[in-house]
């Protein structure tokens, strides 16, 4: 594996900087209504986080610029706090420029929101296509055309609004949201670990609209510190620990002609509005309703005119209900496709609109799941009969497109579509005419392209080969190919693993490891994709490391057997298998077993401090905004997995890292943000004061201003791994 010693060997301060290493790249792809135009953002040449807007003429053949957003908001832009939050939430923190957009339903115009002001974009257009919406002092969020085309509606100070494009005649929809009352808008649960990031949903003929009133009165007020480089404010920031009451959600249906606003029948309680959505005919709605144990998923229809509810269906689980949004009516007939993972294993079933099962649509020990989501439903072809949907059935490292029979009495084996072994991710051309495929590997950058519903390829609109234009291209003699496979957990169930050699990897030598683990629930690190976002892995190879990460029990997308291995106790499955990890580790001839770090980010944060507290195996490691005692974390993701710590105060006891302090094993570099308003600050501060209570030495960084996603921020992110690297450098 010895590598040509000319060769450029990749750095982070390259990683960070532009263009792309991964080369040009599709952001938010949407297909136009009439299908001609796919539509991307896409990073500038100089600038990988700043996003333009591009077009791809499915008739030409050709990509334009269709809006430069410099040119456009002709000065720095600065969001409003509501905003960065929101964009912490979404993970798109570290973008600028035009991070979303919208169609309008006749497909003739875009809606752009940019600098806090909303821009319509007329494709059409002989001259001057963009019209400024709106120029306000305010900032408007959460922006979007209503489904008919004739309003656009957003959030700013707290209430809705809507624009009649018709007269262009602004309304306020709501006016009494202020202080701790806001209106559409989703409440920090449902952004952070719910996936709903609206408040407010529109009915399919544009004559109602649905929107939450959400109240923060009950959810304990915590005092945070943001410091940054130029001082500190003190916030009073309502956070839902677990335990605490959450946040008061209602919803509500206002008539817009009338004005009439109902009240609908939702029976909460201190459970959670986890989805909304239209029926067909604009006058029900379905709501997904869960109690605060998160053990069941009620389905509701409600009557818009009443806001009475009716029940159409129920979910129950032992352990927990995941959530999703594979909910899908169809428009030819009276049913709708719903997903569930009552087999163990998560998968469609298609129901009547009075909530009675017709039959099941897959079947099968996979999961029918899509690119680190829950979210497997890619579309129905009614006229045809077939639904198309991503899954892991050919192996749970890639994700493949597959299409089944709607009228299939009993699940029959799925067909797949997409050919590459890989990582796909799929949408549908309207009228199911075809798809977009995102697709990479390991040895492959993502490239996208469009496709016959057989598979066949119809246009190229990223090839992103590694040929000598490729920005990674002078990398390739010094990248090292990753190799993948499993391990048995002592249950006997199968540990997937990826292994990155050093890049000069000599016979008879030994070299140190450093483990980059997750290894918490919902999310799945080992996957045959192109770098995962793991650049660093690459940099460490380079140095002489060797890279090892194992998906643990209690990873996602893997069936109930699996996932939920760490009922009622975080730190002890996940542990024990990366510890069997350590073991195979150490069977390996240029593996030096006295020479093993960790490294990890939020929950692998807390993983490396458990590591590095319950076991010996390690000599060093990194924890990165590690949850310190999960009694400080949110109520919905923490209640999902441990419950009330009323019920399971010996769960939350045993999960929490700060009593093993004075049992460190190696060094540690313990690593915040200042201004974390997710994983807050307040855990590593908790585990400074008992590691220094047991005079128990460890180095520290923290970050001013820095928030949870501080890694993949340009500056911060840069010095953050090349301290890292430094660290173990030194220290293994």
């Known amino acids: 594996m010895a590598i040509n010693a000319t060769a450029a060997q990749l750095t982070v301060e390259r990683i960070f900087g532009a263009p792309d290493l991964g080369g040009p790249r599709l952001r938010e792809a949407k297909f136009s209504p009439d299908g001609r135009y796919v539509t991307y953002l896409q990073g500038k040449q100089d600038n990988k986080d700043q996003l333009d807007l591009w077009a791809f003429d499915t008739q030409t053949g050709k990509s334009r610029l269709l809006v430069d957003s410099r040119a456009l908001l002709g000065g720095e832009e600065r969001l409003s706090a509501e905003e960065e939050a929101r964009r912490e939430r979404q993970r798109t923190a570290s973008l600028r420029g035009i991070v979303e957009y919208q169609f309008a339903a006749d497909g003739r115009r875009l809606l752009i929101p940019l600098g806090g002001d909303l821009y319509l974009y007329e494709l059409n257009a002989v001259a001057n296509p963009v019209t400024r919406l709106t120029n306000t002092a305010g900032y408007e969020t959460d922006s979007r055309f209503s489904p008919g085309g004739r309003y656009v509606s957003f959030i700013r100070d707290q209430n809705l609004f809507?624009?009649?494009?018709?007269?262009?005649?602004?309304?306020?929809?709501?006016?009494d949201g202020a202080g701790l009352v806001q209106n559409g808008v989703a409440e920090f649960i449902a952004q952070e670990e719910m996936d709903r990031d609206t408040g407010y949903w529109w009915s399919p003929d544009d004559s109602r609209i649905a929107y939450t009133r959400i109240d923060d009165a009950p959810v304990q007020e915590v005092e945070r510190y943001e410091i940054n480089a130029d001082g500190a404010r003190m916030y009073r920031q309502r956070y839902p620990a677990a335990g605490t009451p959450n946040t008061r959600v209602e919803l509500n249906v206002l008539e817009l002609a009338s004005g009439k606003v109902t009240p609908v029948e939702l029976q909460l309680g201190d459970g959670y509005l986890a989805r909304v959505d239209w029926f067909a005919d604009s006058k029900h709605l379905a709501i997904q309703r869960q109690p605060r144990d998160q053990k069941r998923l009620d389905l509701l229809k409600i009557d818009a005119a009443s806001g009475g509810a009716q029940p159409l269906l129920t979910e129950t689980s032992p352990n927990w209900i995941e959530l999703n949004s594979d909910l899908h009516f169809l428009k030819q007939r009276a049913a709708f496709v719903w997903s569930s993972r009552r087999s163990g294993y998560k998968h469609l079933y298609l129901y009547d609109l009075?909530?009675?099962?017709?039959?099941?649509?897959?079947?099968g020990e996979w999961m029918a799941v899509g690119n680190n989501t829950e979210n497997g439903l890619v579309g129905v072809d009614e006229k045809h009969g077939n639904v198309y949907f991503m899954a892991n059935a050919a192996s749970t490292l890639e994700r493949q497109l597959y299409v089944t029979s709607l009228d299939t009495r009993t699940p029959e084996t799925p067909?797949?579509?997409?050919?590459?072994?890989?990582?796909?991710?799929?949408k549908l051309l309207p009228g199911e005419r075809g798809y977009l495929d995102v697709y990479s590997s390991p040895d492959q950058p993502p490239n996208a392209s469009l496709h016959k519903l057989d598979g066949s390829l119809q246009h190229w609109l990223v090839r992103n080969a590694l040929d000598e234009t490729h920005p990674y291209?002078?990398?390739?003699?010094?990248?090292?190919?990753?190799?993948?496979?499993?391990?048995?957990?002592?249950?006997?169930q199968q540990l997937n693993y990826r292994l990155t050699k050093p890049a000069q990897l000599q016979a008879g030598q030994r070299y140190p490891v450093v483990v980059d683990v997750y290894g918490g629930p919902h999310n799945q690190y080992v996957k045959k994709e192109w770098m995962g976002g793991g650049y660093f892995r690459q940099i460490l190879a380079q140095h002489g490391f060797v890279v090892f990460t194992l998906d643990n029990r209690g990873s996602g997308f893997r069936g109930n057997a699996f996932e939920t291995a760490l009922a009622q106790r975080f730190g002890k499955v996940e542990v024990t298998d990366q510890l069997r990890g350590v073991e195979f580790l150490k069977t390996l001839e240029f593996v030096d077993p006295q020479r093993i770090g960790?490294?990890?980010?939020?929950?692998?944060?807390?993983?490396?401090?458990m590591a590095l507290t319950t076991t010996d195996a390690f000599k060093a490691g990194v924890a990165g905004a590690p949850v310190t005692d999960w009694r400080v974390y949110d109520t919905h993701y923490t209640e999902r997995y441990l419950g009330m710590p009323s019920a399971n105060a010996s769960g939350y006891a045993a999960s929490s890292v700060i009593p093993n302090a004075g049992a460190l094993h190696g060094k540690l570099l313990l690593v915040h943000g200042m201004a974390d308003d997710n994983v807050l600050f307040t855990h590593s501060t908790m585990m400074m004061q008992a590691l220094q209570s047991k005079t128990q030495q460890f180095d520290m960084m923290t970050y001013p201003g820095g928030k949870h996603g501080l890694v993949r921020m340009q500056q911060q992110g840069r010095h953050f791994y090349e301290m890292v690297l430094r660290f173990f450098e030194r220290e293994l």
Do not use: N
């Not at 067909?415 to 799929?426: F, K, L, N, T």
């Open 415 to 426: 067909q797949r579509i997409s050919r590459e072994s890989g990582w796909h991710d799929v």
């Open 162 to 175: 809507a624009i009649d494009l018709r007269t262009r005649q602004e309304r306020a929809l709501t006016t």
């Open 473 to 492: 291209h002078q990398f390739l003699d010094a990248h090292v190919k990753e190799e993948f496979g499993s391990i048995a957990a002592e249950d006997g």
């Open 354 to 363: 009075d909530g009675k099962l017709l039959r099941p649509l897959t079947a």
């Open 598 to 609: 960790i490294m990890g980010w939020s929950y692998g944060g807390f993983m490396t401090l």
